[in-house]
């Protein structure tokens, strides 16, 4: 996979993530011209199309747009599934996932499909071991805040007392 897209029905971007190296200004400049694409075609089109040098394999869920670029050697149908499957795991983790939930917790869906893809390519396919791995990432970040409300003394820290 070389790069997804998460954009609103109005073609917000609302999530980007790449993997091959490129330029700000060409990543607005292919992201700018994809929106476009994907929102001019019609609700009953064939969800994959030949975009450039790439195949494009998009997906609306309510009113946001999950959008991946791959080669051409790449399947289409996995490509669709990898979609499908973030998206289970959005909708897992925020209990019926919406674009909202998307823009106020922009971190921890990067951190999800960081979970769940690596390079492009999935690292793990069990919903269970992805979500499980997200809760004890959470966990952690609750005990540090924790531990960052109470303040200690250095002789605490080190173990002194």
Request: proline share 2%; hydrophobic share 40%.
């Amino acid at each position: 996979m070389q790069f997804m897209l998460l954009f609103s029905r109005q073609g917000k971007l609302r999530l980007q993530k790449w993997y091959v190296p490129l330029s700000d200004k060409e990543k607005k400049k292919i992201t700018r011209e994809l929106v476009q694409t994907v929102l001019a075609r019609k609700p009953k089109m064939c969800s994959f199309l030949e975009w450039r040098d790439l195949k494009v394999v998009y997906k609306r869920y309510a009113s946001l747009y999950f959008c991946c670029a791959i080669e051409h050697q790449d399947n289409e149908l996995i490509t669709l599934e990898i979609i499908h499957r973030y998206v289970e795991l959005l909708d897992k983790y925020f209990g019926s996932v919406c674009e909202l939930d998307i823009i106020f917790n922009f971190e921890k869906a990067y951190f999800i499909l960081d979970e769940f893809l690596l390079g492009g390519e999935p690292q793990e396919t069990s919903k269970k071991t992805v979500l499980k791995a997200i809760e004890q990432a959470d966990l952690l970040q609750e005990d540090k805040t924790k531990d960052a409300e109470c303040p200690r003394s250095i002789l605490e820290e080190i173990g002194l007392t």
